[in-house]
């Protein structure tokens, strides 16, 4: 895949980048470990001061930075501006906590003095996806670089000059030369550098695919890492619950950045005595949806991020249908004008039990499926490979109750839409990944959790 910006809503291709040569990578890997051995040194008062002035720029240069996202990979600009305030929120987090959540923990044992120590590990790879190209990496970067470790990102290829963006942010901040990189790399040189041993761990965000490949390389070398992976979250729907509220969320926990996050609601699933009702809404406010220009004020959907991501949105759709699913609105590109566009759509009837329904669909598609129960519906919920969030409505205390026990994934959210927040852990179980991000668990991913005993 060629390194280039490719504006997805024109099908322009705006600028390419040469991939770094391999002596330019190791040059980039050696000034990496140089800077650790400086850098981990640093106070957490110095590396704080920094962080905050990543924040500070990250706040006043809001609106080109979102431009570079909106240009890049189709989001709308009004969610990229708000995309970039999360990252300064994310960096002001870590750099008011950080110290408190790496403090010495004393436990008491038959030691004179015994405690736990944490440690940064040293050059830690970011493999980092499109879909929220600044908030994935600082949600990495901001833990990572307070933690006295340093980082280096291979981005997506279709978001260059978003990671070239936060390189320069870093360094405007004030961080040492080499404490933060971006490579300008394919997937296919991942593998090399997780055979490095100046990298001592990895994490990515991206596809099940990439995941595992990255989780191949580095087990064979005995490397920690973290994986976000993909979701097909549930968005449960019982008959106590507020109906306008939950229709009105379910359309932003769908819509949201095009359709295309790990945790957006995906598959709708909705009890019998409310699901006429629920449809009919549903399908009212999709089809008020504008889709259009993402750099517009009134647009609610642009364009998927590329041709790739649209044929595969289309190829499960249509074979969603074959497979005897019924389309209630849209299922089709639009193909009379340029850019990877597809309108909101609705599917019902679609089997359960075919291999379809378990997908992850990456764009404006919502799964509507009915249910008996909350039995039906937590079986339904648990029966697929992966494990990210849910989301599920109810006023029934008892079920809420059981929706938190019983629902197989890494965050359950009650009558509210999944989303990440830097003061909650946020990640997977079963093929959704491993690990967690944000929060004092997010920080002691990346750091030697050292035990210290003393007669
Ligand atoms: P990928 O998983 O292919 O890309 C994510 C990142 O991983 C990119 O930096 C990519 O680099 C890199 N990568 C890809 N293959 C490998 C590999 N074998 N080893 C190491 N790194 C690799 O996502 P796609 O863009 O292809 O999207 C496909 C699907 O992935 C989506 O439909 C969706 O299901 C899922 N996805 C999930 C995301 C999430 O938030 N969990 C985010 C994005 C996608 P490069 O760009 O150079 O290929």
Redesign the pocket.
């Known amino acids: 895949?060629a390194?280039a910006t490719i504006n997805p809503t024109t099908g322009e291709t705006l600028k390419v980048f040469k991939p770094l040569e391999d002596g330019e990578i190791a040059a980039k890997v050696e000034l990496a470990q140089q800077s650790f051995q400086e850098y981990r040194q640093t106070s957490f008062e110095e590396r704080s001061q920094w962080l905050l002035q990543a924040a500070n720029i990250l706040e006043q240069e809001k609106a080109d930075f979102a431009k570079i996202m909106t240009l890049e990979m189709g989001k709308t600009l009004k969610s990229a501006i708000a995309e970039v305030e999360k990252c300064a929120l994310v960096c002001r987090y870590y750099a008011e906590n950080a110290a408190s959540f790496l403090a010495d923990v004393t436990v008491k044992t038959d030691a004179s003095h015994s405690f736990i120590k944490y440690q940064p590990l040293g050059v830690i790879l970011a493999?980092?996806?499109?879909?929220?190209p600044f908030w994935?990496v600082f949600r990495f970067a901001a833990p990572a670089l307070m933690a006295g470790n340093v980082g280096l990102l291979?981005?997506?290829?279709?978001v260059p000059q978003c990671a070239l963006a936060i390189e320069d942010i870093f360094h405007r901040a004030g961080f040492p030369k080499g404490v933060f990189q971006t490579l300008l790399i394919?997937?296919t040189k991942?593998?090399d550098l997780m055979a490095d041993d100046r990298i001592k761990a990895a994490t990515?965000?991206?596809?099940?695919?990439?995941?595992a490949?990255?989780a191949v390389?580095s087990g064979k070398q005995i490397k920690k890492t973290v994986l976000?992976?993909?979701?097909s979250d549930p968005f449960i729907v019982l008959e106590s619950a507020d109906l306008e509220l939950a229709v009105a969320t379910a359309v932003t926990a769908r819509m949201i950045n095009n359709g295309?996050?790990?945790i957006a609601a995906k598959r709708f699933i909705i009890a019998d005595q409310i699901a006429d009702e629920f449809e009919k809404m549903l399908l009212a406010k999709f089809q008020t949806l504008k889709i259009g220009d993402p750099l517009a004020d009134d647009t609610d959907i642009g364009p998927l991020?590329?041709p790739?991501?649209l044929q595969?949105l289309e190829n499960q759709v249509k074979i969603a249908v074959e497979n005897g699913a019924k389309v209630l609105t849209g299922g089709n590109a639009l193909k009379d004008q340029p850019g990877n566009f597809y309108p909101p759509t609705i599917i019902i009837d679609i089997p359960v039990e075919n291999p379809i329904a378990k997908e992850?669909f990456?764009g404006p598609v919502a799964l509507l499926f009915r249910v008996r129960d909350i039995n039906e519906a937590i079986k339904l919920a648990n029966d697929i490979p992966f494990g990210l969030g849910a989301s599920a409505w109810t006023n029934n205390e008892a079920e809420k109750n059981r929706l938190i026990q019983e629902i197989e994934a890494g965050a359950v959210f009650i009558n509210g839409m999944v989303k990440s927040d830097p003061r909650l852990p946020f990640g997977g179980i079963k093929r959704s990944g491993y690990g967690r991000e944000l929060s004092i668990q997010g920080i002691h991913e990346f750091v030697n959790i050292k035990t210290v005993w003393m007669r």
């Not at 965000?205 to 995941?211: F, H, I, K, Y």
């Open positions: 895949m390194i493999v980092m996806p499109w879909n929220f994935q291979k981005h997506a290829s279709n394919g997937a991942v593998a990515l965000t991206g596809s099940e695919p990439a995941g490949s990255l390389a976000e992976l993909g979701g295309q996050s790990c991020a590329t790739d991501i595969d992850e990456f």
